[in-house]
């Protein structure tokens, strides 16, 4: 159960892979939870359900002070956008302004050697909340398997996976994962400054990564190495915004011969439970894989 003496969580991204995976987690465990949408017909759904639900629009900073009233704690995980940054800071500020006593925020792989475009997202909110005064969790999940849903469309159709990069193998973790630890985390004690770096239970290479798609769905998937410029292009055909576009490719050229593959047992020692493999991931979304 939450120490936080009946103060409710406030999720951020309640709507999103993490955060409803969180939302799910405490509901279960009787934990007092608010869940921030930035849909109002999300918002009334969950209201009409009887849970606790507000409506966050980080373009309307008026939306925020409701949302943290009588908050305990501040779960931070927000979309992968170029004013991802601002838009964390801004509920930094006003988390520390209404009183909120921790925040547990979602961060990124090796976030604090700022190796790419996604690390300089996360670590002026992390330096921000060491400064805060609040007490504080880092969650730094290494890439989410669930990523692979971007090329569902081409492993369906055309049995290939495509993207920029080396051989290095990548210890891809599930954001089902990452939610079960982010929940045990919001609702047991001894976690204040701590930094959880949270992997699956096996680095594997493209190639690895398309052998498991063969054996799963019993199909020929193969792994195509592009080069940047073709990534990159090809992202901004299916409608990826610039600025994630080019972020994408410099993660994988960045990660491409290294720095990715490490194994850790974090998930395991804090849920008790095994992370989820990359062949369960695959079986467990077979349908949009085809």
């Keep these: 159960m939450s120490p936080q003496s009946g103060r409710p969580v406030l999720i951020t991204g309640a709507s999103g892979r993490i955060g409803s995976g969180v939302v799910a987690a405490l509901l279960a465990a009787g934990a007092p939870v608010r869940a921030a949408y930035r849909d109002p017909a999300r918002t009334a759904a969950m209201r009409e359900s009887g849970h606790d639900a507000v409506t966050v629009d980080y373009t309307r900073p008026a939306t925020l002070p409701a949302a943290m009233a009588g908050v305990g704690t501040l779960f931070l995980v927000t979309a992968t956008t170029a004013t991802q940054t601002r838009d964390e ?5 006003e988390a520390y302004r209404a009183g909120v006593e921790r925040v547990v925020k979602v961060s990124l792989w090796r976030a604090d050697e700022r190796l790419t475009p996604l690390a300089d997202l996360h670590r002026p909110v992390e330096e921000a909340i060491e400064r805060s005064g609040l007490r504080w969790t880092f969650l730094r999940p290494n890439f989410f398997m669930q990523n692979f849903a971007q090329m ?4 369906a159709e055309h049995g290939v996976i495509a ?6 193998p990548i210890s891809y973790v599930d954001a089902r994962d990452v939610a079960g630890v982010a929940a045990h985390v919001l609702t047991t004690g001894g976690h204040d400054g701590r930094i959880y770096a949270l992997t699956g239970p096996r680095a594997l290479t493209y190639d690895e990564v398309a052998d498991v798609f063969s054996d799963v769905l019993r199909k020929p998937v193969r792994y195509h190495a592009q080069s940047a410029t073709e990534a990159r292009d090809g992202l901004l055909a299916a409608g990826v915004p610039t600025f994630m576009a080019e972020a994408l490719v410099r993660v994988s050229t960045v990660y491409g011969d290294g720095g990715a593959d490490s194994v850790l047992s974090t998930v395991t020692d804090l ?8 062949e369960q991931f695959v079986r467990d979304h077979r349908r949009i894989f085809g």
């Design 163 to 168: 993207r920029p990069g080396g051989s290095a």
């Design 152 to 155: 569902a469309a081409a492993i």
């Design 89 to 93: 800071l801004a509920l930094v500020e």
């Design 271 to 278: 849920t008790g439970d095994a992370p989820r493999t990359f």
